[in-house]
């Protein structure tokens, strides 16, 4: 059987919004997400970041937790409103020693820092401007980012740049579900262009300012599947990777948007008139970072009906896509369950460009989870997609796939953005009431499987 090469890099993942808490604590400032969560019925019960894991406070517990765990890093995010509380202009220091410490913590316990400077919490000043369909979010992005990597470069082992623009973009500005909540149809192709400028941008600023981190940037990439061969399919499976895919690998990786996609969404002229952000986009990265979750089969609707739920309408393109249930095994977010997909993903990003470093930046399942009579969670469902997806790691890496590293999302059980808390993706349960820790079957299992590769 395939080993995973000594130096493959086992961590765990989390965001701030969704674990840290304290969001008006040391000169934390709204973000988007503040915002959102506050505006009635857009997020499951009405739940909000306001405390969530309160890691802020108990970031030292969970880190010892990892430690734990004998993973060797953790990537986190750094939240824009408390490093600039404003989104651009003062700076504040709290934010900066905040995550000062939180690093420096894991490098006590030997696990290395992976930090993302992006993963959703924009600071609400910048939305009243524009947010990501203004060019100048793009600027404020990379002032920000070099503001980061100045004060935490001698502490930081890897950048992400953005987590999974198509969110940003496609579920902020399109399907309106996350923060803003627009739903301004195919202008959210216009965030999503700003959003990949402020990439580019900020990779420019950190190279500027030296350090010999690597930089990359995290997209969640779907795995598509045409339903059938017939070429009406055919057509929904291009689109649907057009959309979900493309859209963003081929600026990264081509330094050019695919044709068909701008057709598709009547956007040419737009994109036509901003071809000289392509080469700022296309900056050369040191690695990309996946999150993987399911893999899509997509046909092309009947009679017209819309359309696949997990592009939700109206997202550009997804009026001609429906997502087939295969009768796969689902989990409870009703992502089908498909490891071999996250092997096609890695595949394909690998055919773009050869040879570029590929991790896992985020890879997990939500459940139900029980709490039994002696305090445990015997998630065996959590475990066994944990376990078919680091055995698609293994087949991606025998292969030869560059795949360098895999991070379980998520490390905490936290605020699952517009499902709040009803949705648990943890290996370490939280008890929202006491904040108490437990570490789940699949910590375990996670714990076990690490030791075992490493040797
Ligand atoms: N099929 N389908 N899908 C609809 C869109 C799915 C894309 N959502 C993600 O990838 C998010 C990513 C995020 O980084 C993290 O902050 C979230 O907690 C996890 C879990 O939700 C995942």
Known sequence: MTTF?????????????????????????????????????????????????????????????????????????????????????????????????????????????????????LPQPLEDAGGWLSRSTAEAFAEYARITHEALGDVIGSWITLNEPWCSALLGYAAGVHAPGQQLGTRSLEAAHHLLLGHGLA?????????????????????????????????????????GNRLFLDPLLRGAYPEDVLADTGTTEWFAERSDDLATIAEPIDFIGINYYSAHTVAAPEDGRFSDPSLPTPTPGSERVVTVDTGAEKTQMGWEIHPDGLVDVLAQVHALAPGLPLYVTENGSAWPDEVGPDGRVEDEDRRRYLEAHLEACREAVARGLPLKGYFCWSLLDNFEWAFGYDRRFGIVRVDYETQQRTVKRSGEFYRDFVARERG
């Open 5 to 121: 090469p000594a130096d493959f890099v086992w961590g765990t993942a989390t965001a701030s919004y969704q674990i840290e808490g304290a969001v008006a604590e040391d000169g934390r400032r709204p973000s988007t997400w503040d915002t959102f969560a506050r505006t009635p019925g857009k997020v499951w019960n009405g739940d909000t970041g306001d405390v969530a894991c309160d890691h802020y406070h108990r970031f030292a517990e969970d880190v010892a937790i990892m430690a734990d765990l004998g993973v060797d890093a953790y990537r986190f995010s750094v939240a824009w409103p408390r490093v600039v509380p404003e989104g651009t202009g003062a700076v504040n220091q709290a934010g900066l020693d905040f995550y000062r410490r939180v690093a420096e913590t894991c490098l006590e316990h030997g696990v290395q820092p992976y930090v993302t400077l992006y993963h959703w919490d």
């Open 203 to 243: 990779v420019q600023a950190m190279r500027a300012d030296g350090g010999e981190a690597p930089l990359g940037i995290t997209l969640n990439l779907h795995a598509v599947r045409a339903a059938s061969d017939s070429e009406a399919d055919l057509e929904a499976a291009r689109r649907y990777d057009g959309l």
